[in-house]
């Protein structure tokens, strides 16, 4: 669990079962304000992945995308492809949710999952794709990352 609501943080490794369903780490549940109630939404990430907001964040996001312009095709863009994959999620007693098929084939997940906490989101993954993505974050310039760290202090 983190010291903050809706904040996620650490890696668990868990199965999709034949429903389509996920667990959600216990830990993850328990860091869910109560105003979210017990409701993600999923949709698809920028790498084969899926993030999993708490509905509280997916409210601001919402908020930001209708603050983009409908006469900008870029901006259309963007939130054709931000909202139309994305679905609200209510975890049942098991702490699991259902992920959509088309969630689950655009990032190539089959038996085995890793859930990745990313501060204010949850990535879930294929391990194969993640060490992919991992592979190539190695080729990336040292210099970016120290830019970066100017503005994080770890």
């Given at each position: 669990?983190?010291?903050?609501?809706?904040?996620f943080?650490?890696e668990y490794?868990y199965s999709?079962?034949s429903?389509g369903?996920i667990n959600i780490?216990s830990k993850f549940r328990?860091a869910?304000?109560?105003d979210?109630?017990e409701?993600f939404v999923?949709t698809?990430?920028?790498?084969p992945?899926?993030?999993?907001y708490?509905?509280?964040?997916?409210q601001?996001?919402?908020?930001?995308?209708?603050?983009?312009?409908?006469?900008?095709k870029?901006?259309?863009?963007?939130v054709r492809?931000?909202?139309?994959?994305?679905?609200?999620?209510?975890?049942?007693k098991?702490?699991?949710?259902k992920?959509?098929p088309s969630?689950?084939?655009?990032?190539?997940?089959?038996?085995?999952?890793?859930?990745?906490?990313?501060?204010?989101k949850?990535e879930?993954?294929?391990?194969?794709?993640?060490?992919n993505v991992?592979?190539?974050?190695?080729?990336i310039n040292?210099?970016e990352?120290d830019a970066?760290?100017?503005?994080?202090?770890l």
């Open positions: 669990m983190t010291l903050t609501k809706n904040t943080i650490g490794s999709l079962d429903k369903r780490p328990q869910m304000s109560e979210n109630l409701t999923i698809r990430g920028l790498d992945c899926i993030w999993v708490p509905l509280i964040q997916w601001q996001i919402e908020k930001d995308l209708k603050s983009l312009s409908s006469l900008s870029i901006h259309r863009a963007f492809n931000t909202a139309r994959y994305a679905t609200p999620s209510t975890y049942d098991q702490g699991r949710i992920l959509t969630l689950v084939e655009y990032s190539f997940l089959k038996k085995e999952i890793l859930i990745i906490g990313m501060v204010n949850i879930i993954w294929d391990p194969i794709q993640l060490n991992d592979t190539n974050i190695s080729k040292p210099e990352y970066l760290s100017d503005k994080i202090v």
